[in-house]
């Protein structure tokens, strides 16, 4: 049964979680087993759930509670259930955003990269891509266009953050994904592991997106620069391909989360 819990002081260290700490103060970067993140949404938090999240408290419209709620409600035990008035609540910023539910979950332990990549045939790495929007639409795109797995370096926005969870629509819960160790050769270790490795940039080098080498790989890892400088050249210089989408009307690139769209969709299929 819920254990529903109705707010009378939104002072309450127990919804701090919600409403005062950080991005960085979820994450917990110290004791990383006591990490937290939040979902927002029935549909989002359904996806967390079906992939194995654990909840741990959650803020609810109090009017739907017997309603669109009741049947997260029903698979989350007896967590605190927090619940107020529409006019209470939307005193946390954005709560109208949420459709009436948020959830407190752990942060579970990240897999190692071979366990993300084991199985996978096409794998899309995120370099310093540090705009949660656009990690999140990543994650979307990934998801729906037949990727396999996301791996991501140290400096990415998190995928676990508010905004890029809110922005998959839940899809990061249906995509393996990990963050790469750091300072290592993640293109010799992918290589290592059986795929070739493709850069997605501009260069005097490089081939169509629909070059039939890189289209005809068995396993294929599609490299992803940061907003703006796009890749390393030491990277574009360690990967087997240099890919380019064809731009016209002298558009020079597209931002990296609508090129992902492009690479996944003519890469992955």
């Not at 259930?81 to 005193?91: E, G, K, N």
Request: proline share 6%; with cysteine.
């Amino acid at each position: 049964m819920p254990n529903i819990i109705e707010i009378t002081d939104f002072s309450t260290p127990e919804l701090d979680v919600y409403a005062r700490l950080t991005e960085v103060q979820l994450l917990n970067r110290e004791h990383p087993e006591q990490g937290l993140f939040i979902a927002e949404s029935p549909k989002v938090i359904e996806r967390a759930l079906d992939a194995g999240y654990i909840p741990v408290s959650i803020l609810v419209e109090k009017k739907h509670i017997d309603g669109q709620a009741a049947p997260i409600l029903d698979r989350c035990g007896d967590i605190p259930v927090y619940t107020a008035q529409l006019d209470v609540l939307t005193q946390l910023t954005g709560f109208q955003l949420t459709r009436g539910l948020l959830c407190a979950m752990r942060r579970p332990a990240l897999p190692t990269v071979a366990e993300v990549c084991n199985g996978a045939r096409r794998v899309a790495v995120l370099e310093n891509v540090m705009n949660p929007t656009n990690v999140g639409a990543i994650f979307r795109s990934a998801a729906a266009l037949n990727m396999d797995a996301v791996l991501l370096t140290p400096a990415c926005s998190n995928p676990l953050y508010r905004r890029a969870i809110r922005v998959s629509m839940g899809t990061v819960f249906q995509i393996p994904w990990t963050f790469l160790p750091s300072g290592t050769d993640y293109c010799g270790e992918l290589k290592a592991l059986g795929f070739k490795t493709a850069a997605m940039a501009l260069t005097d080098n490089s081939v169509s997106i629909k070059d039939p080498a890189v289209c005809s790989e068995e396993k294929l890892a599609i490299i992803l620069g940061t907003e703006g400088d796009g890749l390393a050249d030491t990277t574009i210089a360690d990967c087997d391909y240099t890919v380019k989408i064809p731009m016209s009307h002298g558009v020079d690139s597209l931002n990296v989360a609508a090129a992902s769209a492009v690479a996944f969709w003519q890469l992955a299929n």
